[in-house]
């Protein structure tokens, strides 16, 4: 059964850091890009960061520079290092496993999501 866990999520204030963490099993984690996903109250979700196979990455422009995606395959983990956070980082983060080619920030284009982590970042 394929499955993804986060952890990680909490409330902080504004200039704090929290690492989130997904766990993933079922699968072979190894062979797919994954990602961290964010949707705010109101709002649609966003890509936030993706890691491929490889241990390349990209990152959405509003938190480049702040947070890191990182992957232990080992552990068959994610994690995403959250840095400066500001509120307009309050969010449900989810990860998700890239199942289909296209732009990396489409939801659409992921399976396996999580039932996602809460981060909450006060002024």
């Known amino acids: 059964q394929v499955q993804l866990v986060e952890s990680g999520g909490g409330s902080v204030q504004a200039g704090g850091s929290l690492r989130l963490s997904c766990a993933a099993s079922?699968?072979?984690?190894?062979?797919?890009?994954m990602a961290w996903f964010r949707q705010a109250p109101g709002k649609e979700r966003e890509g936030v960061a993706l890691?491929?196979?490889?241990?390349?990455?990209v990152y959405a422009a509003s938190v480049k520079g702040r947070f890191t995606i990182s992957r232990d395959n080992a552990k068959n983990a994610l994690y995403l290092q959250m840095n400066s956070l500001k509120p307009e980082d309050t969010a449900m983060y989810s990860c998700?496993?890239?199942?289909?080619?296209?732009?990396?920030?489409?939801?659409?284009?992921?399976?396996?999501w999580g039932q996602g982590t809460r981060v909450t970042v006060s002024s």
């Open positions: 079922g699968y072979t984690y190894t062979s797919y890009s």
């Open positions: 890691i491929d196979n490889y241990g390349g990455t």
């Open positions: 998700a496993t890239k199942k289909y080619d296209g732009g990396w920030s489409q939801p659409d284009l992921y399976t396996n």
